[in-house]
């Protein structure tokens, strides 16, 4: 959207784990993010996140994103967003989304009574993979603690992604290439020809992935906001993963705009 005025906007952030289109990795594997996003007023942005997983086995940054994108006002309640992003993973990096180092994508937004949005995005690098998602969301505001000055409000959204699965073919690989450096049996012991070969042919799949819903609840200043989220994921029948039950994460984040 246009702004009156360039910003920056500073944010940090917790997660209780790593979530890639609904989907995670065998480990569980929370982490922290910090971001600054430079937005100028015609719409354009860039961006950029540093990560760090909080587990036992990583010391150092465990991957940097940088990206830019347009959001374009097409009429009074429609929108357009363009993005690019690269992610720059360390060497036998644990996140479900190793192979798509990179991502294009595009979104039109619709506010109603809701807010639709439908988006596209294609993710590549040493897999390629296409994503799409139709999600809608609702912004409740719940009241104030300071006279109007601020604003607490919950916006629940719902959302479906379907897909290729082309990059669970690598972190197959990678993750028992890691087991195998630490003596730990692969994940699919006894099986792992078969198993990869029926992963190589789903992946090839743009078949349903996942079910996401998500209820953020947020308290906003005129330049701060803080936020808590749950959010439920359940995976379609044809979504590689390791476990086909619902999946919950939670989330807490801050945000400082100049």
């Given at each position: 959207?246009?702004?009156?005025?360039?910003?920056?906007?500073?944010?940090?952030l917790?997660?209780?784990n790593?979530?890639?289109?609904?989907q995670?990795?065998?480990e569980?594997?929370?982490?922290f993010?910090?971001?600054?996003t430079?937005?100028?007023?015609?719409?354009?942005?860039?961006?950029?996140?540093?990560?760090?997983?909080?587990?036992?086995?990583?010391?150092?940054?465990?991957?940097?994103?940088a990206?830019?994108?347009?959001?374009?006002?097409?009429?009074?309640?429609?929108?357009?967003?363009?993005?690019?992003?690269?992610t720059?993973?360390?060497?036998?990096?644990?996140?479900?989304?190793?192979?798509?180092?990179?991502?294009?994508?595009?979104?039109?937004?619709?506010?109603?009574?809701?807010?639709?949005?439908?988006?596209?995005?294609?993710?590549?690098?040493?897999?390629n993979?296409?994503?799409?998602s139709?999600?809608?969301?609702?912004?409740?505001?719940?009241?104030?603690?300071?006279?109007?000055?601020?604003?607490?409000?919950?916006?629940p959204?719902?959302?479906?992604?379907?897909g290729?699965?082309?990059?669970?073919?690598?972190?197959?690989t990678?993750?028992?290439?890691?087991?195998?450096?630490?003596?730990?049996?692969?994940?699919?012991?006894?099986?792992?020809?078969?198993?990869?070969?029926?992963?190589?042919?789903?992946?090839?799949?743009?078949?349903?992935?996942?079910?996401?819903?998500?209820?953020?609840?947020?308290?906003?200043?005129?330049?701060?906001?803080?936020?808590?989220?749950y959010?439920v994921?359940?995976?379609?029948?044809?979504?590689?993963a390791?476990?086909?039950?619902?999946?919950?994460?939670?989330t807490?984040?801050?945000?400082?705009?100049f």
């Amino acid at each position: 959207m246009e702004t009156t005025k360039t910003t920056l906007t500073l944010g940090a952030l917790y997660n209780s784990n790593a979530s890639y289109y609904g989907q995670t990795s065998k480990e569980k594997l929370p982490y922290f993010l910090a971001n600054a996003t430079l937005r100028f007023k015609s719409g354009i942005y860039l961006t950029t996140s540093v990560y760090k997983l909080l587990d036992k086995t990583s010391s150092t940054v465990s991957a940097i994103n940088a990206g830019a994108g347009m959001d374009i006002r097409t009429g009074k309640k429609t929108s357009i967003g363009l993005a690019f992003s690269h992610t720059f993973f360390p060497d036998n990096s644990p996140f479900l989304q190793i192979a798509n180092a990179s991502n294009a994508g595009a979104s039109f937004t619709y506010n109603h009574w809701l807010t639709t949005t439908i988006g596209g995005d294609y993710a590549f690098g040493k897999q390629n993979d296409y994503f799409a998602s139709l999600s809608n969301s609702k912004y409740i505001v719940l009241g104030s603690l300071a006279k109007g000055k601020d604003v607490i409000s919950i916006t629940p959204a719902i959302e479906i992604t379907i897909g290729t699965q082309h990059f669970y073919e690598t972190y197959i690989t990678e993750k028992n290439y890691r087991d195998s450096l630490l003596g730990i049996i692969p994940i699919f012991p006894g099986g792992q020809e078969t198993e990869q070969t029926t992963v190589t042919r789903k992946s090839t799949s743009f078949s349903l992935l996942s079910y996401n819903l998500a209820v953020p609840v947020a308290y906003s200043r005129s330049r701060y906001m803080i936020e808590a989220a749950y959010q439920v994921s359940v995976l379609a029948n044809d979504a590689q993963a390791f476990t086909d039950k619902p999946m919950s994460f939670f989330t807490c984040s801050f945000y400082y705009q100049f």
